[in-house]
């Protein structure tokens, strides 16, 4: 089981191929070289093998396969709690280098779930062996972690434990599993057949059991070994079911002895826990175990040099599978010692080579222990095994070699296998290095952009590559590839449009051919592309070239004309500069000029031409361009200053060279304050502010007065004049406000001191006027005027006056008494007052005694005018006579009132 650790590889695939040379004959069938066409090839990292081990494993001693795709780690458990066995060996072969650890239950979970790697060990390449010793009675982890990034990973891990280092313990030989590699690439592929052979040829062969296996099966001290051919068979059977059995073909030898006897094992495969069922077979042997076995060349006879092991399957007339287990020893007969029938009916039975996966179908032809899962150690040896398999009339040597077997139970110790030949490994003691040893092809890469890209394929070695190309090749869109020659493995072998090489090796050819764009260039001016000068150029350029077209800005044509760069344009897209180019496609390549002309403008202030602020401009317009040239109404100099344009803005065509000058006339500000209307130039105003061309005269006109109403007028101080505009004025128009002041009085007065009755006169704002009033103004007669105001008093003028002396008449009355009297309340006997008209005066009636009685009876007078009267006093009779005892008689005088009437 694989756990992911990382991104996900690009498919890796290799293809077919070619023709392949006859050469000896075994049993009598030529020996032909694998032809490529022979096989069916797959993508190897769509194989189970990418998710799923494949191999076997017994015990202490484990041997698999698995496609390691990068972060991915193929874990394998080892249970040391049986038998002691104080070391672990780890044996790993990949195609990449790989990290393989050893950890203990606690590092393995935590690396399982991407923590980081702890272990007891570590080891890391393309082929690793690690050993070491561990407490017993534990479980232990081998990992092998493909920590690339970008390269999957073809790993057979050989993991065993013992008590002492032994090495890799799996069986030792020629072996084809489906998978291999070429020229360092993966190539997966299949293929069936009819029978399989295996050539043996021992020279010589010390052996021994040792005292310990890591299968856990031993017979120390046994001289016997085995040469197996294992194979798979394939079943479909009638039901749609597809069944797989294992075939063995064996020969076991004794080392010591000599001798050698044959004997044959067949195996369900079809599941790990499959057995067979002695009903459902039928041979010469018998099923015991779960198995079926049969045996040969018994009891044992002296070993030839060579042996032919041989296996053949089919299906019967009746449609049941059946296989064939024969053995020769003089290279031509076939002694045939055991057909097997597996009585389920069928539609296909063959012998088939898969890449591997569960169950493995594999072939081999290996050294390793005698039986029973045991294991030798070869001190010395000297074998030649050759493997094969039937194609119509011929023999094939298997096309890819490994130097292990991992589809049996037992094992060779101390033993090594090298490559002589296709499908031939010699064996002998030494270092025992599982590895994959050759192929029986090259590998050819043929790198053709013009053909699609890389196209691989597998050659029989000596193959003549003969190829052919033309010189140039034309594509519709402005493109050409012109052929440079061809390298072969990274040099240069032609120039020429042939090349024919023989392959004695894997091979990459390389056609090299240069792409190359048609780039053209257009301009109405001479222009430089790479230095040369060009107006109109057509070229062939080499891809990824670089051009620099440099254009120059101007040329001028005389008389205020000229021709202006303006850019260049490239496929249709703009540049506005001169441009450097890689050349990746085809290239219209157009610079661009416009005609231009010489704008003069010339002003005695800034103004705006399309944007640019300036008094003087001298500019390159293009032809047929507006010029907006926005003129200022008013430039302000400050300090009272401005100059008004004479011109107003416009947009002019530029159709040919100009020479604008524009016109400003130099103004003052003329500023004159009043607070009353004057006349400027005749027309009203009050407060004048007005810009006036330089030299200009203003006629200022100035009222003496201006009358506001209501009493009120204005007083002008200056007076009026004409004003030359030489520069910017500031005149200030005076005014005193004046008032109209009139007092009035029916008695003459003193205003200023003038006596009158009536003062009228317009005084200045906050001028004083002095008033006397007399007091008391008689008029004679008994009559007089008392003032009602001050006698005298100061008036601020802050406003119109109209003031008038108030006055009160009065009379002079005078009552007068013999006796006295109350008048008015207020007894006296002479009454003297100054009345107002409409007083009254009231004389309490009286009576008094002076020998006799008095009496005057009151009376009420109004006051009109002066007033002069006297009490009458008469005799009261009546009391007096009551007085005196004398009859009552009373002379009343009448009281004269006297009127005076007062002269006015």
């Keep these: 089981m694989r756990e992911p650790r990382g991104a996900e590889p690009a498919l890796l695939l290799v293809l077919l191929a070619a023709g392949f040379v006859a050469g000896y004959s075994v049993l009598g069938l030529n020996v032909v070289q694998p032809e490529p066409s022979m096989f069916t090839y797959l993508n190897p990292l769509n194989l189970s093998l990418v998710e799923t081990s494949a191999g076997f494993g017994a015990n202490y001693s484990y041997a698999y396969f698995s496609l390691l795709k990068p972060g991915y780690f193929l874990p394998v458990t080892l249970n040391l709690t049986g038998p002691p066995a104080s070391y672990v060996e780890v044996y790993a072969w990949s195609s990449s280098p790989v990290l393989i650890y050893i950890m203990d239950r606690e590092q393995y979970l935590a690396f399982s779930e991407g923590g980081s790697a702890r272990y007891l060990a570590e080891a890391y390449g393309g082929e690793v062996y690690l050993s070491e010793e561990l407490p017993a009675g534990r479980v232990y982890y081998v990992v092998a972690y493909n920590n690339s990034t970008d390269e999957p990973a073809l790993v057979f891990l050989a993991v065993s434990a013992s008590p002492k280092p032994e090495g890799p313990a799996v ?37 021994e059991e040792p005292g310990y296996c890591p299968t856990l099966s031993a017979e120390p ?45 067949v195996w369900n495969d079809t599941e790990s826990s499959a057995a067979l069922s002695p009903g459902l077979i039928a041979g010469s042997g018998r099923v015991a175990g779960g198995f079926y076995s049969a045996s040969s060349l018994r009891p044992p006879r002296p070993a030839p040099q060579q042996i032919y092991l041989v296996v053949k399957s089919g299906l019967s007339a009746e449609g049941l599978p059946w296989a064939a287990f024969g053995y020769s020893l003089d290279g031509a007969h076939i002694t045939w010692y055991d057909n097997v029938t597996i009585r389920v009916p069928a539609t296909y039975a063959r012998l088939v080579v898969k890449p591997p996966g569960n169950p493995l179908a594999d072939a081999e032809l290996v050294v390793a222990g005698p039986w029973s899962s045991e ?36 094992a060779a110790l101390g033993a090594n296998a090298t490559a002589v030949g296709p499908g031939e490994v010699y064996v002998s003691a030494g270092l025992e290095r599982p590895a994959f040893l050759r192929t029986a092809f090259v590998l050819l890469t043929i790198y053709d952009p013009l053909a699609g890209g890389a196209n691989a394929s597998l050659e029989a070695p000596g193959y003549v590559l003969n190829l052919t190309r033309p010189r140039y090749v034309y594509l519709p ?131 705006v031409v399309n944007g640019i602020n300036a008094a003087k401009l001298s500019l390159w317009a293009d032809a047929g361009s507006s010029l907006d040239i926005e003129i200022p109404r008013y430039v302000y100099l400050g300090n009272g200053t401005r100059l008004a344009a004479l011109n107003g803005s416009e947009v002019l065509a530029v159709e040919r060279p100009l020479n604008l000058t524009v016109a400003f006339e130099r103004q003052y500000l003329v500023q004159i304050y009043s607070e009353a209307p004057v006349y400027i130039d005749g027309a009203p105003a009050l407060n004048f502010s007005q810009w006036v061309p330089a030299g200009a005269v203003l006629n200022l006109t100035i009222p003496r007065y201006v009358y506001t109403g209501n009493g009120s007028r204005l007083a002008s101080l200056n007076s009026s004049s004409a004003v030359a505009v030489v520069g910017p004025i500031v005149v200030k ?172």
């Design 375 to 410: 294991c030798t150690y070869v001190r010395s040896m000297s074998a030649d095994l050759a493997l094969y398999f039937k194609r119509g009339d011929y023999l094939v040597p298997v096309p890819f070699v490994w130097s292990f077997g991992v589809h049996t139970a037992e």
């Design 171 to 207: 069986a030792v030989g020629a072996a084809d599993y489906g998978i291999g590699l070429a020229g360092g690439r993966l190539v997966a592929y299949s293929y069936s057949t009819d029978m399989f052979v295996g050539r043996v040829a021992v020279y010589g062969a010390d052996t």
């Design 477 to 607: 869109n402005g493109t050409r590839y012109v052929l440079l020659g061809y390298s072969v493995n990274g040099t240069l072998a032609s120039n020429g449009t042939e090349l024919s090489v023989a392959l004695h090796g894997s091979t990459e050819v390389r056609v090299l051919w240069e792409r190359q764009y048609l780039v053209s260039v257009e301009s109405p001016v001479p222009i430089y592309v790479n230095g040369i000068e060009a107006e109109n150029l057509t070229e062939w350029v080499g891809e990824g070239s670089v051009l620099a077209v440099l254009a120059p800005e101007v040329l001028y044509l005389g008389n205020g004309t000229r021709l202006a760069f303006s850019g260049i344009s490239v496929n249709g897209a703009a540049y506005r500069g001169n441009v450097t180019l890689a050349v990746s496609s085809p290239l219209r390549i157009e610079a661009s000029y416009i005609k231009q002309y010489l704008v003069s403008i010339s002003s005695p202030a800034p103004i």
């Design 733 to 904: 128009v005076y005014w005193i406000p004046q008032y109209l002041v009139t007092i009035s009085s029916p008695i003459p007065i003193y205003v200023n001191g003038t006596a009158a009755t009536r003062y009228t006169a317009w005084l200045n704002e906050s001028a004083v006027v002095v008033v006397r009033i007399p007091p008391i103004y008689y008029f004679g007669n008994g009559t007089r005027a008392v003032a009602a105001n001050s006698t005298e008093l100061s008036l601020a003028v802050r406003g119109p006056v109209n003031a008038t002396a108030v006055w009160s008449l009065q009379y002079l009355v005078r009552i007068h008494s013999e006796y006295p009297v109350a008048v008015n309340g207020s007894e006296q006997m002479n009454y003297t007052a100054w009345l107002a008209p409409g007083a009254t005066v009231a004389v309490a009636p009286a009576e008094i005694f002076r020998g006799v009685f008095l009496k005057e009876p009151g009376y009420v007078a109004f006051v009109h005018g002066p007033l002069d009267l006297e009490v009458k006093w008469s005799v009261d009779w009546l009391l007096t006579s009551a007085a005196y005892g004398v009859p009552a008689g009373v002379v009343i005088y009448a009281v004269r009132r006297r009127r005076r009437r007062p002269v006015i």
């Design 221 to 265: 001290g046994s001289r016997w070994f085995s040469v197996q051919l294992n194979v798979e068979m394939e079943v479909r059977t009638a039901d749609g079911g597809t069944q797989y059995y294992w075939l063995q073909d064996i020969a076991s030898y004794n080392s010591s002895k000599g001798i050698v006897e044959i004997w044959d094992n």
